[in-house]
């Protein structure tokens, strides 16, 4: 099956420095999503991005589709954005979702 | 954005005993809804897809007998873990896709912690 891979696995920021995930895998996809679980466990839809660049306040994210990465952009960041950020990508039909192991961002006052 | 719920978000269970979660889509229909795991410092894993109608779908290596999927309605999936022990202590979320003109985007309950004791 289609394998995912997120770098780096742990990060850790002061606040206001930007950051930069990266998504690999492996195979061909007609969709991507970045998650951003939080605290209390509740996963945050970021971005729905089979290709292109998407931007949402200090987020953005690109997926390049033919090179199989993306990439979640983080700037000025707050120590909200504290939590794990997972990419998932479809598997088989149904649209099963296939995570990565995720990226464990703390971000420090 | 589309709403998910779950219930209950913790459950504290003796073991041998049953426990059902319920997983709803509040304010869209879903045909196909799907149960992960997670536990901790993990990520997650999709156990079943349930289907409204027919049977689940379960991954290799998930027990069908021991985690049972109904999915009684277009807005409603329960998940019930048969017999539980506490190995089965974890994290679990389900999730229903929410169809757009681009494609689907799955959304996510907010959980439930099941700890069997």
């Known amino acids: 099956g289609i394998q995912v891979e997120q770098s780096p696995p742990d990060l850790i920021l002061q606040e206001g420095a930007n950051s930069t995930l990266r998504c690999n895998f492996s195979?061909?996809?007609?969709?991507l999503q970045w998650f951003h679980q939080n605290p209390w466990g509740q996963l945050i839809n970021l971005f729905y991005i089979p290709s292109g660049t998407k931007q949402n306040g200090r987020l953005s994210a690109t997926t390049v589709a033919t090179e199989r990465y993306s990439l979640l952009y983080i700037s000025s960041s707050q120590t909200t954005d504290s939590g794990v950020y997972f990419c998932?990508?479809?598997?088989?039909?149904?649209?099963?979702?296939?995570f990565g192991a995720g990226t464990r961002l703390a971000v420090h006052p | 954005g589309a709403v998910v719920s779950q219930h209950p978000s913790w459950v504290i269970c003796k073991s041998g005993t049953s426990v059902k979660i319920e997983c709803r889509s509040l304010d869209f229909q879903a045909t196909t809804m799907f149960w992960y795991r997670q536990f901790p410092k993990q990520s997650l894993m999709l156990m079943a897809t349930s289907n409204e109608g027919s049977k689940a779908t379960y991954e290799q290596g998930v027990e069908k007998d021991k985690f049972l999927i109904n999915h009684a309605s277009l807005t409603l999936s329960t998940l019930t873990v048969t017999s539980a022990h506490p190995e089965d202590s974890s994290f679990y979320i389900c999730?229903?896709?929410?169809?757009?003109?681009?494609?689907?985007?799955?959304?996510f309950g907010p959980g439930t912690r099941l700890t069997v004791l």
């Open positions: 998932a990508v479809p598997s088989g039909g149904y649209n099963k979702l296939i």
């Open positions: 195979d061909s996809v007609n969709n």
């Open positions: 999730s229903a896709p929410l169809p757009l003109r681009s494609g689907d985007t799955q959304y």
